[in-house]
């Protein structure tokens, strides 16, 4: 069995949203190594040309097509969705990835701020997918899905609000969305599914990542003992939009270092010393 056989994209067309920097240029990256032509799309036009230019700079046998996108309302949504139509006449693969956040202290978080949040993670990804069924349907068959990858959180499954409240929440959105859709899509021949990353380098957790000492010190505190590396995502996307994926429908993948699956302190420790 060789690997492009399990992992190869040749052929296949994808959209990664938010997709100029961070996980979403990871991804965009992984799928153009196993050979897709990825469409980049951020509210930053310019960022995402960029981004396009480096990528194909790389010499990957896939590439990168970089333009704007604002998935944060509706009228962003349906001129995304024209773009793409005016592009090509199917998708392989749907990437949600554009997503924001905010931090304030309990007691101090703004209305405002939890509606955005939500409008972005949560409203903009379900209208984004449904305006992509046409295109997504037009690529899906029974031996090879089209695929939609939702870019959920490790916040999203265990109880870190870290002050991110609106964030958390919207992500256990996501991954619940996520379920919903996988069962809904299969008869289309469609599979849903989602990441759940613990810390990565981007400019959402710049805060805690672009400096390396303090990336060090937050990547003591996971269980595998570092922060998540580029490769991680472009290997979980090769794996879920690849023919060895197209069987997996409904999963949220935890790529968190086993975050995850912490409980806290050991509940009887106190009794074995």
């Given amino acids: 069995m060789r690997p ?3 992992f190869g994209l040749e052929g296949r067309i994808a959209l990664v949203t938010g997709g100029a920097t961070g996980i979403g240029r990871m991804a965009a990256e992984g799928l153009m190594a196993a050979g897709a032509k990825v469409f980049i799309a951020s509210r930053k036009e310019e960022a995402c040309t960029a981004a396009a230019d480096a990528l194909n700079a790389l010499g990957y046998s896939g590439k990168a097509i970089g333009f704007g ?18 592009r090509t006449d199917r998708l392989n693969i749907l990437m949600n990835n554009a997503g924001t956040s905010w931090g304030t202290p309990l007691g101090a978080f703004p209305y405002h701020a939890w509606d955005r949040v939500m409008r972005v993670n949560v409203t903009g990804l379900f209208h984004l997918t ?26 999203g499954e265990t109880a870190h609000g870290d002050r991110a409240y609106s964030y958390a929440a919207s992500k256990a959105a996501v991954h619940h969305l996520t379920r919903i859709l996988a069962k809904e899509l299969a008869e289309k021949r469609i ?43 472009a290997a979980a996307l090769q794996y879920l939009c690849g023919p060895g994926g197209s069987y997996v429908t409904g999963a949220i993948l935890p790529i968190s270092g086993g975050i995850n699956v912490e409980t806290g302190p050991d509940l009887f420790q106190e009794a074995y010393e």
């Fill in 4 to 6: 492009d056989s399990v």
């Fill in 69 to 86: 996108g604002d998935v944060s309302s509706e009228e962003g949504i349906d001129a995304l969705v024209k773009l793409l139509d005016d």
């Fill in 130 to 155: 449904q305006s992509m069924l046409p295109l997504l349907e037009a690529s899906a068959s029974d031996d090879d899905p089209a695929r939609v990858v939702n870019v959920g959180s490790v916040m």
């Fill in 191 to 233: 599979t849903v599914n989602a990441l759940a990353p613990g810390p990565f380098i981007s400019n959402m957790t710049a805060f805690a990542t672009a400096d390396e000492e303090i990336r060090n010190r937050v990547g003591a505190q996971v269980p595998l003992g570092r922060v998540g590396r580029p490769e991680d995502i």
